[in-house]
């Protein structure tokens, strides 16, 4: 069973930047498609970036809105995934959910193929 643990958000105001994190705990993160979603107040959850197998040395995959300015990334040591997240913008506010999937996933998929999501950790960019 992989279990995903967001240790937190936080809050910064506006061209800052913020790091998340997602501990993966059994499995190899390496060994597993991850994404980043997230959900602002009144909207559905959107991709974020989305990461294909590491041990494959398959690419990532960032939506419209972030591109350029978050970047996903792994540390292998401490099996962990990051998100860093530079020149936020107030439309950045929302709960960012860690996901994972052992199966194949393509880009940023659909919600529905990732079987295994952390508990979310809360962003709040201020103007």
């Known amino acids: 069973q992989v279990h995903l643990v967001e240790p937190g958000g936080g809050s910064v105001q506006a061209g800052g930047s913020l790091r998340l994190s997602c501990v993966v705990d059994?499995?190899?993160?390496?060994?597993?498609?991850m994404a980043w979603f997230r959900q602002a107040p009144g909207k559905e959850r959107e991709g974020v970036a989305a990461?294909?197998?590491?041990?494959?040395?398959?690419?990532?995959t960032y939506g419209n809105s972030v591109k350029g300015r978050f970047t996903i990334s792994q540390d292998n040591a401490k099996n962990t995934l990051y998100l860093q997240m530079n020149s936020l913008k107030p439309e950045d506010t929302g709960m960012y959910y860690c996901?994972?999937?052992?199966?194949?996933?393509?880009?940023?998929?659909?919600?529905?193929?990732?079987?295994?999501w952390g508990q979310g950790t809360q962003v709040t960019v201020s103007s």
């Open positions: 990461r294909g197998r590491a041990d494959a040395g398959d690419d990532s």
């Open positions: 996901a994972a999937s052992i199966g194949w996933v393509s880009g940023l998929g659909p919600q529905s193929q990732y079987n295994f």
């Open positions: 059994g499995y190899n993160e390496r060994s597993l498609y």
